[in-house]
């Protein structure tokens, strides 16, 4: 059961152009995270949300943008795509009530910039 | 600044030994946490975690050790199967003037590869 689904799996976009990452999860969880992952640095924090009204930026916010349109619902844009913005994305969901600091993380977007 | 570093890039066992992988951690306020693995084209799931009030925590053929005072974890898989075979990240989180930081600080990643 796919319960953090991110659109789409693969993109290749040229420089300059701006592209939306979407993330969507059935688990009810308020708090939503997008992360990029790089060969040989991990998982990086790029904006997370705790509720509907809360945004904060993460350690790598610049060149990006977030939307919160539901509860379920938390974009990633690039607004003007860059070569170095290339890499694997994933969005994570989490309710600290029942898990306490686990993340579950989408199958992640592949995003190319040429 | 890398506060949770793994620094095996890489490590290889034969099926049926153990897998040892570490994990090292700066921040003194971290006080939970998490081991992830990852497969090629899926997202990280969730495999163990730990509190700070714990120093072993199991669960089947994984184990977590910490050791606050070495600001040290280590995952320790036994015995290891070729379907283990994946990159294993480490987590941290903490609390801030009583409130969780509610955000997770990871680790480079570990690529496991486990032989037949």
């Known amino acids: 059961d796919a319960d953090v689904t991110q659109t789409p799996r693969n993109r290749i976009t040229k420089t300059g152009k701006r592209i939306m990452l979407e993330c969507s999860q059935t688990?009810?969880?308020?708090?939503m995270y997008w992360y990029r992952q790089d060969p040989g640095l991990g998982l990086r924090l790029i904006y997370y949300?705790?509720?509907?009204?809360?945004?904060n930026k993460g350690e790598i916010s610049d060149g990006y943008s977030v939307s919160r349109q539901a509860q379920a619902k938390f974009s990633l844009s690039l607004e003007s795509a860059i070569p170095n913005q290339t890499a694997l994305y994933f969005c994570?969901?989490?309710?600290?009530?029942?898990?306490?600091?686990?993340?579950?993380f989408g199958p992640g977007t592949r995003l190319l910039v040429l | 600044d890398q506060q949770v570093k793994q620094n095996s890039p890489s490590l290889s066992v034969q099926e049926g030994r153990i897998s040892i992988l570490n994990c090292d951690y700066t921040?003194?306020?971290?006080?939970?946490f998490l081991w992830y693995k990852k497969y090629p084209a899926e997202g990280p799931t969730f495999l163990i975690s730990?509190?700070?009030?714990?120093d072993k925590n199991e669960d089947g053929r994984f184990t977590v050790f910490l050791n606050k005072s070495a600001k040290h974890l280590s995952l320790h898989i036994v015995p290891s199967q070729p379907g283990d075979s994946a990159v294993y990240f480490c987590?941290?989180?903490?609390?801030?003037?009583?409130?969780?930081?509610?955000?997770?600080?990871f680790g480079q990643g570990t690529i496991l590869t486990v032989h037949p």
């Open positions: 994570a969901t989490s309710d600290p009530a029942r898990d306490q600091e686990t993340q579950y």
């Open positions: 688990k009810g969880h308020d708090r």
């Open positions: 949300s705790f509720d509907v009204k809360d945004i």
């Open positions: 921040n003194s306020m971290f006080d939970y």
């Open positions: 730990i509190s700070s009030i714990k």
């Open positions: 987590a941290a989180s903490g609390y801030a003037g009583g409130t969780s930081y509610g955000k997770l600080t």
